[in-house]
């Protein structure tokens, strides 16, 4: 990201960038020359796209492979919830640290890291023998994925030329939006095909084009400004808290109110407050909690919590039940979800421009009970259902409240800050979405009732997600009412600002998104904003 966490908070502004070839010589063009129509431009895009739809792939692919996964390694629920929030533990934790080592390290550089690592990782989560191998993979995967996601939109900010990088970042956004989109139909057919562990192998001839491509095309960036120490620290205290919690939770349905699952859940608290205390003491923090004391900013925050983890609930518990349950295959159920991204790579551009003219208020209070309907339509889908009377519907619903959401609630995080903060808030955003996801995967099947073996019996099991949906649709309830009464109608950072006891600018500028295309079910997209109209 071009917002480094370990930025100081008050600056704004464009920042001046070293720019070097890969044999280390000044690059010819000099910073920001790129023009987005020319090879030089198409190489960037294709290099950053690569990138990141390796990890938006991976998000959307992992959960059609889940029953495959648990009755080829017998394993139980909790494994099935492990393996998908393994991957979701680091990459919340670190995704903030990764946008700060690009920035000082080298953004070409970490991203190309990252790149590595995620396939290495990939490599090693195929080749797992068994679940304990794959759950660690699926962490390391989570490292690689937080280096290389901030990096991605990181490469085509300091490497574009100014008036192109709006276009830049449209481009990724909606090519990434096709890899979301696909992802499922992609994993169902790699599991019904050659197997579950392609859905992991499938990230290595990606990687093999995407790192030369990289370290031939896309020139090294740095920020000459990036000084200070990293806070290593609040990250792996906040991994810590997350992870702790996550335990408790998963292991509350199997070893009830023991020391086992009383301890993690002290311990994770402890680990909280341990974080809020170092973020609050250290001069370089991580997470700077001065960027709450926007009432917009946390308002909007609550309701992404709300929102992603009721998504989170939704499409880890939906895939099972349209396979365990209704009786899919891998690839049906993975094309039986299409519906939902290819609604928003379609409108949420449109939705955008809906926000921006009516203001926040209505579409975060529109859009989640929308999702929470769709959500409660889920649960005509049960034993022998169809699609095109019960399945479809529900998901067009859903698909439709996203849209209304997601657009908006991205371009009231970036107005609601200062313009210099702005990719902070965007990557804090983001972090709080995947947390929120990671926590509803372990808390909803313990509040459902859902045993370790719960997906292997379709009676059981659908009979606990009747249970659960509504819950997830009381989350997204909640989320409307918080965008109801929370959140202004009109967004702008320059009144919060005043309140914080800093200087408010006389005409405030208001950041927009660049990112044209919301498609992204697991964390709304990282976006720099731009001040241009």
Known sequence: MSDSPTEPPKETGPRPEAVVTGAGEPAAEGPGAVRVGTPAGRWVLLTAVLGSGMAMLDSTVVNVALPRIGADLDAGLAVLQ??????????????????????????????????????????????????????????LQGIGGALLTPGSLALIQATFHPDDRARGVGAWSGLGGVASAIGPFVGGWLVDGPGWRWVFLINLPLAAVCVPVALRHVPETRDARARGRFDVLGAVLGA?????????????????????VIGPAVAGVLFGAAFGYVERRRAEPMLPLTIFSSHQFTAVNAVTVCVYAAFGGFFFLSVLQLQVVAGYSALAAGTALLPTTVLMLLLSARSGELGQRIGPRLPLTVGPLLCAAGMLLMTRVTTGAGYWRDVLPALIVLGLGMVVLVAPLTATVLASVDVGRAGLASGV????????????????????????????????????FRRAMPMCAGALVVAALIGWFAVRKEPGGGAEAARAGEPAPAEPAICHPECAYHCGVTAPPLDPGSTDD
């Not at 292991?251 to 009830?256: E, Y």
């Open 240 to 260: 810590l808290a997350l992870g702790a919690v996550t335990y408790a939770l998963i292991a509350a349905p199997d070893k009830g109110a023991s020391p086992w």
């Open 429 to 464: 955003n983001n972090a709080a979405a995947r947390a929120a996801g990671l926590v509803a995967v372990a808390a909803l099947p313990l509040l459902a009732g859902m045993g370790p073996d719960a997906y292997r019996d379709a009676g059981q099991f659908g009979e606990t």
């Open 82 to 139: 492990w393996t998908v929030n393994a991957y979701m533990l680091t990459l919340a934790g670190l995704i903030l640290l990764g946008g700060a080592l690009g920035d000082r390290f080298g953004r070409r550089r970490v991203f190309v890291v990252g790149v590595v690592w995620f396939a290495l990782a990939s490599l090693l989560c195929g080749l797992a023998p068994n679940a304990g191998v794959l759950i660690a993979a699926r962490a």
